[in-house]
């Protein structure tokens, strides 16, 4: 019985349970509900009382009176409690500690503490004479107010300080998602109660607004798609402060006009306990700045309001991230990805490389290895991201190393479909909205089932994507994955037979594909072969063909040595002559020997003088000749017989010629006795076959090795007739997988279409889908916050998969522990620890994905709360920003991980090679240039640029130039961001950027919509950002501005800024792997003006390193380039035994299709990935040639090896042939044949 049946049936009692019980006196029973809302109530399973109202003949009095009896029964059978575990102690402190960071309670913090307004995030309407006006725009008097015009010299300032505003604004929103412009009005100043002493002057209500450039004049705007907010900031401030804890409230203003507001903000914060002062006159007055030593004394708890009124960027998002933490600490369990992930916090140095990304002996070991019956996907996927999908499904925790271009979004699409088509629910959080962007449009045609939400304040966006659900009709589903998948399993099952019979070690010791690989084949169909493999055959040991390979190669390199043959011929020459030697006692002396000599010569005198005696005399001396024999064996002999005495006896003078050869014996022996039986037969054989051959002893050895391995060669070849057959099958093999992998993506696709489409059912046949749909449809829409809290029971049964922020997920969805069935993080690496704990306890498995290579949270990227960034010195804010643990570091530290290695963004290898070598020690595949481009793909531009103020305005106006010359002369819409190496040359730029439009229209045009450009709703428009805002950015062509030049005083100051820092070069290595088809780099320095001897970070010299190759890439200098990559990498020991080496195989590729008049080049790419031979045709190579044994040894995961290697060289553009070994070797004509075929279809594809 399914669980659904259970339930119902566990209802049905207590249902007739109920009626029983609360049966009339005339024992009529109420009908409490129908078995229809029953089969609904097992179906939806309600975790609530509140979710009872969903199911269609349910209502209040149900859910009054019943309703907590069927609950406790639904609550039983809910699958989304995770497995858990109790907070103990020191779980409840590092949860207090994680807390402590989310909020920087100091005077950093605008919403707590704004002492004057800034150049980039705030402004005073006041200043231009705007306030009144701005105020009647909140109150409905005005519909837009003319804030200040470029054209009015008064203006002039306030023009530039708003504008900034507006690029802030403008960053922020496409960056995070978050558009966080409000008009505050009115603020608070005075001192709140508690420990600290601590002032505030804080705004009290937010009013979303826009401002907008048009023509000459920036206007003031309400925004109606965003909710006004009061502070819960500073709520939460007071709180903290005052040492009480209780929920925050909502801080929504539904409605607001001139003569309500100021009661109902009293009321709001006097019923939180902060109580309010106002003045008598109410009249907008003009932002008075103060220094901190001249802020009014206020005494502990005045609150003194102010009708100021400033337009400015408030994010306030903390609050709900520490309501969550709130609830995790007032509970008793956490989940246990949580625990694992928290306990035994330690100082961990986040910059180690260890622990390392999962082998793949490690995955084999740990069955995580890929299936195609665990695979589920909507794209194509390379072995890593298949490995991912698989150990997820085993494990409940892993971290995904994604280095730049690796397809992370392919993986996490892959992880959405495969937890989607098997029944679960998927939450995706990312801080960085071109993140959550890039996987909405991964998802294709499926999108429209997925909900994205970076910003609660977007409610238009969030109704928008809903309302478009509630259209879609349920779609029939009865694909099966079963059959196609095991027909692909079955397929890479004959890819692996291939390889473990021809490429596995085997019972022999060593591959048949090595054995086929020597240049020592013997061709049997030859009389004189023939013949001579037959002599080898009769002469050599059986015991010796039927040792494994290992031995063979050591008696091989033994008997190589002249000397240890000599040995043994002396040995076997001696007992040939002197069988009896071998019984001699072997520590006879010299003169123990000349003693023998005389004893024998005695002996020889009775023997002579017995035989010349006659019958009967001999017959009683014989006894006495035997028993001095005897005698004579005793003294220098050991384990003689009988036969030996008659040996001594019947020929003693033939003993006294031999005893001088004595010693060489005694040598000769000791070596001898030394060798194991099978050395012994070995070195037999080689005497007895040179005899045979009359050839050398070095010859004879080898020629039995070759023998040996020949013989085994030739009874593999014996039972594995069809080999040639299977080899001649792979091509076949490989598309047959191709043609079902596509069928299989296209069919889950409709699976995933059919089970999300079904589940919305739960939304569009709730009893309160009439409810829904209202909401979905008025004009004035309820929050977010408010809508979800009241539908959510419908809204997380009926879309099942969900993108969003960190901070949107603590704003919006239950804190209820395993709500999620899977959560993926990405960009982790970004993300503070504590900005991902709650989201964690909403999930049962997590992944986390990222690239500790790349940037690390600071001040200066997605900081914490402290976001007061008017500080005028840059370096100032720089040695305050120092790195820390993101959620990234420590997930590695705690769950297994996985390293995505098959690089997909840059068209050409110089683009990532660096990185490559560099950053992750060549290990990333990256596809050789099939094609050189006619400039170079990395271009260096020096200026005569001088550093002033930090900034380099010759490079901002070269920059500008490029892109004027890029919007120009670009072929295919390509696109294009631009980089610098800090904020003030960003603005420098961006300057240039606005003046150049001002007289050029047709540039400002193409600038206006390349800004403003999307494809498919990615954010592909061009941007300028320095280099902390980056990461997850692509462009087809990166401009880049390094800005470091000589001062005014022609003084080059080694000042490297961020570079300075540990971890430094991480943001160099972001920065260099954005561009997909080609890099400017504008500089005024050449690399060696850079001093970085006897630094200790490692950031100045890897940037010298870039710029070095970066020229040399630029000049065309290949042979630098090569080097400068390779001072990365560790010496390897590029010797390749003779077996296993792809080198003979190679060669006669090479030799026979450069006779054929090709032009063929050897090992393609420098990018860690390359290719054996490639024709060259009009300089383009036209087909790719790989031999098996060299892709044999780089991987033993057949899907890898046999399937995706290919597939991912053929998705970068190469044609590719393989040549087989065994093909190579048995008919070499014919596998030349192949490849000119192969050269000649390649001639012919577009």
């Avoid at 929050?783 to 979800?788: A, G, V, W, Y």
Wanted: charge should be negative; glycine fraction near 6%; charged fraction near 30%.
């Amino acid at each position: 019985m399914s669980l659904e049946n259970e339930l119902f049936h566990e209802l049905l009692l207590k249902r007739d349970d109920l009626r029983k019980k609360n049966a009339n006196a005339s024992g009529r029973e109420p009908p409490i509900c129908s078995d229809a809302a029953l089969q609904e109530m097992a179906q939806r399973v309600p975790t609530k009382l509140e979710d009872f109202k969903a199911i269609e003949g349910i209502g209040d009095r149900f859910v009054e009176q019943y309703g907590p009896a069927f609950l406790a029964i639904t609550k039983k059978y809910a699958v989304t409690a995770a497995k858990g575990s109790a907070i103990d102690r020191r779980l409840a402190q590092t949860l207090r500690e994680l807390q402590k960071k989310l909020v920087n309670i100091s005077k950093a913090n605008r919403l707590l503490f704004q002492p004057k307004t800034s150049k980039k995030y705030s402004f005073d309407p006041c200043v231009t004479g705007k306030g009144t006006e701005a105020l009647g725009l909140i109150f409905g008097n005005k519909r837009v107010v003319n804030l200040c015009d470029s054209k009015s010299k008064e203006d002039a300032k306030a023009f530039k300080r708003v504008n900034e505003i507006i690029r802030e604004v403008s960053r922020d929103q496409r960056e995070k998602g978050a558009f966080d412009l409000y008009l505050a009005y009115p603020f608070v100043e005075g001192r709140l109660v508690g420990d600290d002493d601590f002032p505030i002057r804080a705004p009290l209500a937010l009013f979303p607004v826009t401002l907008e450039k048009e023509g000459t004049a920036i206007k003031l705007r309400m925004d109606d798609s965003r909710d006004a907010v009061f502070n819960n900031t500073l709520l939460l401030a007071a709180m903290k402060i005052g040492g009480r804890n209780r929920p925050l409230p909502d801080n929504v203003i539904e409605t607001y006009d001139e003569k309500n507001f100021i009661n109902d903000l009293k009321q709001f914060y006097e019923s939180e306990g902060m109580h309010l002062v106002f003045p008598s006159k109410k009249s907008v007055t003009e932002f008075v700045e103060y220094k901190v030593a001249e802020f009014p004394d206020y005494a502990p708890g005045d609150l003194h309001v102010v009708h100021n009124i400033v337009v400015g960027k408030y994010p306030s998002y903390s609050s709900f991230i520490q309501r969550d933490f709130d609830t995790l600490l007032s509970g008793k369990e956490i989940n246990n990805s949580l625990a694992d992930l928290i306990k035994d916090l330690n100082n961990e140095d986040f910059y180690s490389d260890y622990p390392m990304p999962l082998s793949d002996e490690d995955m084999k070991s740990q069955g995580v290895m890929a299936s195609e019956k665990d695979l589920y996907y909507i794209n194509s996927l390379n072995s890593a991201q298949e490995n991912i999908l698989t150990a997820i499904q085993k494990k409940d925790e892993l971290v995904v190393q994604g280095p730049p271009g690796t397809g992370k979004s392919q993986v996490i699409t892959g992880l959405i479909s495969a937890a989607v088509a098997t029944g679960k629910t998927v939450l995706m959080v990312s801080e960085k909205k071109t993140a959550l962007d890039v996987v909405y449009s991964r998802m294709g045609t499926l999108s429209k089932f997925c909900m994205q939400i970076d910003d609660t304040a977007d409610k238009d966006s969030f109704y928008k994507q809903l309302s478009t659900m509630l259209s879609i009709q349920p779609v029939a589903n009865s694909v099966s994955l079963d059959a196609i998948s095991a027909e692909i399993d079955r397929d890479i099952g004959k890819l692996t037979h291939i390889a473990s019979e021809v490429y596995d070690e085997g019972d022999f010791g060593v591959p048949a594909c090595s054995l086929y690989a020597m240049d020592r084949w013997l061709d049997l169909s030859d009389k004189v072969q023939y013949e001579t493999y037959k002599r080898y055959k009769d002469n050599v040991a059986a015991s010796l063909t039927r040792t494994d390979f290992s031995t063979i190669k050591d008696l091989h390199m033994k008997f190589a040595n002249p000397s240890l043959i000599n040995n043994i011929r002396d040995y076997e020459n001696v007992l040939d002559k002197s069988p009896w030697m071998a019984f001699m006692k072997s520590d006879l002396s010299s003169y123990e020997l000349s003693e023998m000599k005389a004893d024998l010569e005695r002996l020889d005198a009775e023997v002579r003088d017995l035989n010349s005696k006659g019958f009967i005399s001999r017959l009683f001396s014989k006894g006495k000749v035997t028993r001095d024999a005897t005698d004579l064996a005793n003294k220098y002999f050991t384990n003689f017989s009988n036969k030996t005495i008659e040996e001594i006896k019947n020929d003693p003078v033939s003993l006294i010629d031999t005893v001088d050869d004595y010693d060489v014996f005694c040598a000769r022996s000791t070596v001898y006795r030394g060798l194991t039986d099978l050395e012994k037969e070995y070195g037999r054989s080689v005497l007895d076959l040179s005899k045979v051959t009359k050839s050398s002893d070095a010859t004879t050895n080898d020629e039995i090795y070759r023998f040996i391995l020949n013989d085994h060669l030739q009874r593999f070849d014996a039972s594995h007739k069809d080999i040639l057959q299977e080899l001649h099958d792979f091509d076949s093999i490989i598309s047959n997988i191709d043609r079902n992998m596509e069928q299989k993506r296209a069919m889950t696709r409709r699976l995933m279409e059919g089970i999300l489409s079904n589940d919305l059912r739960y939304i569009t046949e709730s009893k309160r889908r009439g409810d829904i749909a209202r909401i979905v449809e008025n004009k004035r829409k309820w929050s977010l916050n408010k809508f979800i809290n009241r539908y959510g029971f419908e809204l997380f049964k009926g879309i099942r998969v969900w993108l969003l922020t960190p901070e949107v997920v603590s704003d919006i969805i239950p804190m209820e522990m395993g709500l999620f069935d899977l959560l993926i993080f990405d960009e982790a690496s970004q993300m503070y620890v504590e900005k991902g704990i709650p989201s964690i306890y909403r999930a049962k498995k997590v992944v986390i994905a990222g690239d500790h290579k790349q940037l690390r949270p600071s001040s200066l990227g997605t900081g914490r709360v402290t976001y007061d960034e008017d500080e005028d010195d840059e370096e100032e804010m720089m040695n305050g920003a120092l790195e820390e643990e993101s959620l990234l570091d420590l997930a590695r530290a705690r769950y297994d991980s996985i390293l995505l290695n098959f690089h997909y963004r840059s068209r050409y290898e110089e683009l990532i090679a660096f990185s490559n070598y560099a950053f992750y020690g060549g290990k990333l595949y990256v596809s050789p240039n099939i094609v050189q481009p006619e400039r170079p793909p990395i271009e260096v531009i020096k200026v005569d640029g001088t550093w002033v103020d930090r900034h380099n305005e010759a490079e901002a106006d070269k920059v500008v130039e490029l892109l004027r010359e890029f919007f120009l002369t670009r072929q295919n819409r390509e696109t294009v961001g631009i980089i610098t190496f800090n904020v003030s040359q960003r603005d420098l730029v961006y300057d240039r950027i606005e003046e150049y439009a001002a007289t050029d229209p047709a540039f400002a045009t193409a600038v206006s919509e390349e800004m403003k450009r999307f494809d498919n709703g990615e954010d592909v428009g061009l941007f300028v950002k320095n280099i902390e805002s980056v990461q997850g950015d692509e462009r087809d062509v990166i401009i880049f501005s390094v800005a470091y030049a000589k001062n005014e005083d022609g003084k080059l100051m080694q000042r490297f800024g961020w570079l300075n820092m540990r971890g430094g070069e991480n943001r160099l290595n972001v920065a260099i792997s954005r561009a997909k088809k080609k890099i400017f780099i504008v500089d005024s320095i050449e690399p060696e003006d850079l001093q970085v001897d006897g630094l200790k970070s490692d950031g100045p010299r890897i940037l010298k390193k870039y710029l070095q190759y970066a020229k040399a890439v630029s000049d065309g200098n290949t042979p630098l380039a090569h080097s400068i990559l390779q001072s990365f990498i560790p010496s390897r020991d590029e010797y390749a035994d003779e077996i296993g080496s792809e080198t003979p195989v190679m060669n006669r590729v090479y030799t026979a299709l450069v006779r054929k008049g090709y032009t063929v080049e050897k090992n393609i790419g420098i990018g860690g990935y390359t290719i054996d031979l490639a024709v060259k045709q009009d300089n383009r190579f036209i087909l790719g040639i790989e031999c098996d044994s060299h892709i044999y040894s780089l991987s033993k995961d057949t899907r890898e090896r046999d399937y995706h290697r290919q597939k991912y060289l053929e998705s970068r553009g190469w044609h590719i042939h393989r040549v087989w070994t065994p093909g190579m070797y048995k008919n070499p004509e014919a596998e030349i044949s192949k490849i000119v075929t192969a050269i000649e279809h390649a001639e012919l594809a577009p």
